[in-house]
């Protein structure tokens, strides 16, 4: 019988009769939720499962999920978790470096975060000019930059400049993707791809274009950008990257990986993907390309994926000790006042955590309240919240939910944000409540009502519909 169990988030599950420790690493991973079929939170589900065995459960991270830094708050304000900190960086030694409190820590340096105001450098660059003397600054002196941007593909969409055609996806409410490298037009949420026209397809015309830009475009410019800049051994510097698009077959990313860790990667450009977790010593400087849309979405959750995504890539920088003096985060920015950037520039988690709570509790969000989405797909966008408006509606008529009804907020149904995918509408209705007890036995007790709804007349061509508990993406 095994000890010890390693695993993704299915391994919650797994038998173990003598179970008395559960660890799970970066808590505040979006992936422990499970979306699609059994719906869970492997997270939430390890805490249950423990208080269940009388084991004990170490949530690791170095951003905690603002529900878990809340649950540590004192004893005395109500919290249920003890928080246990580690206060420096690991140094080079450990192999699990954000678990608090377990591990002794060698002092470690953390990264210096720089912001560059965008609107006081040129209009339209992409890579402000100090960026660009930054990074060239390191490939002579032989070490390596990393460089995201939260978008793959050449650009997010091509237009026609003559008649505003645009490269829309004919089976969703979104616009396909540019990618240059096989001159392909590509829907990234139902995948139909085609060529790219030669014309445009509204009003022939030659002149269309890429609009904004992705990863693809960034690294073509940032090669032409340092294309004059040698290595230390007089030799061309090289650029690589690395996304769900270069990582498609099986294999690529641990050769891309070691290609950088090898040294043969002067610059490296991708996504969020190369921003987690990968261990690149020589790296000493980290970039942000344009990470402000988040401060503005309308998920109240945005803000906090942003700081810890940028927390996590800022701790790809100088992670050899010998580089720690000189590693530098750069935020390009808008904003860079804004308090989610000066939280990071004092690599102040505590700080930033307090500022967003006090923020969601005036508002009434999680964690001072809990959350449920109902998500119906249907033929038509009518009929789906014709579903979910029928089932809030009827919910009023059934006298044994009236009691737990009575303390659930339920909204009015909307399109989801991308409201076609495939040919299918998606709407959503959300439900609040300040009772998790109360919002549990509202959704047993309605589930009745919900499959009974199916069959009102002004439902026709719903196909699915899910409850979703607390929903990390609204
Ligand atoms: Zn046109
Ligand atoms: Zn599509």
Redesign the pocket.
């Known amino acids: 019988m095994a000890r010890i169990v390693l695993g993704t988030r299915m391994a919650v599950f797994a038998s173990m009769p003598h179970l008395k420790l559960i660890v799970v690493d970066e808590e505040h991973d979006p992936s422990y939720k499970s979306g699609e079929g059994a719906r869970y939170s492997a997270r939430d589900l390890a805490v249950y499962r423990a208080r269940l065995n009388g084991a004990k459960v170490i949530l690791g991270s170095a951003t905690p999920s603002l529900e878990s830094w809340y649950h540590s708050r004192p004893a005395a304000e109500g919290g249920r978790y003890l928080r246990l900190e580690m206060p420096s960086r690991v140094g080079a030694n450990a192999v699990l470096p954000n678990i608090a409190g377990v591990l002794p820590s060698t002092a470690g340096v953390l990264p210096l975060v720089r912001r560059v105001d965008m609107s006081h450098q040129p209009k339209g660059c992409v890579i402000s000019p100090p960026l660009l003397d930054a990074i060239g600054q390191r490939i002579a002196r032989g070490e390596q930059s990393m460089v995201f941007l939260n978008r793959r593909g050449y650009a997010p969409v091509l237009s026609c400049s003559d008649c505003d055609w645009k490269s829309t996806?004919?089976?969703?409410s979104?616009y396909?993707v540019f990618h240059k490298i096989d001159r392909s037009l590509r829907?990234?949420?139902?995948?139909?791809s085609e060529r790219v026209p030669r014309a445009c397809p509204d009003c022939g015309s030659l002149d269309i274009a890429p609009v904004g830009r992705g990863t693809e475009r960034l690294e073509e410019q940032l090669a032409l950008l340092l294309g004059g800049i040698s290595r230390p051994d007089g030799s061309a510097v090289r650029i690589a990257r690395i996304d769900a698009d270069t990582t498609k077959l099986k294999g690529s990313l641990e050769t891309q990986l070691a290609q950088v860790h090898s040294g043969e990667v002067d610059v490296l450009v991708g996504t969020q993907m190369i921003a987690k977790g990968h261990d690149f010593r020589r790296i000493t400087l980290v970039a942000a390309i344009n990470p402000d849309g988040a401060l503005f979405s309308s998920d109240f959750r945005s803000p906090e994926r942003l700081f810890g995504l940028l927390m996590q890539a800022a701790g790809r920088a100088g992670r050899d000790a010998s580089n720690t003096s000189r590693s530098e985060m750069w935020v390009q920015t808008f904003h860079p006042t804004h308090p989610l950037y000066e939280a990071l520039k004092q690599h102040d988690y505590p700080a930033f955590a307090q500022s967003q709570l006090v923020e969601r509790e005036q508002a009434g969000m999680p964690p001072f309240s809990f959350q449920a989405l109902v998500r119906a797909d249907a033929r038509t966008q009518e009929a789906a919240q014709a579903f979910l408006n029928a089932a809030s509606q009827a919910s009023l008529e059934v006298p044994e939910l009236a009691a737990w009804r009575a303390h659930v907020s339920l909204y009015p149904a909307v399109p989801m944000s991308i409201a076609?995918?495939?040919n299918v509408e998606r709407a959503q209705m959300l439900l609040e409540c300040s009772s998790r007890t109360a919002l549990q036995r509202f959704l047993s007790g309605w589930q009745t009502t919900l499959h009974a709804s199916r069959a009102k007349p002004e439902c026709k061509g719903l196909l699915r519909w899910a409850v979703d508990v607390d929903p990390l993406l609204i």
Request: charged share 15%.
């Open positions: 996806c004919p089976h969703c979104a396909r829907c990234h949420h139902c995948g139909f076609r995918v495939a």
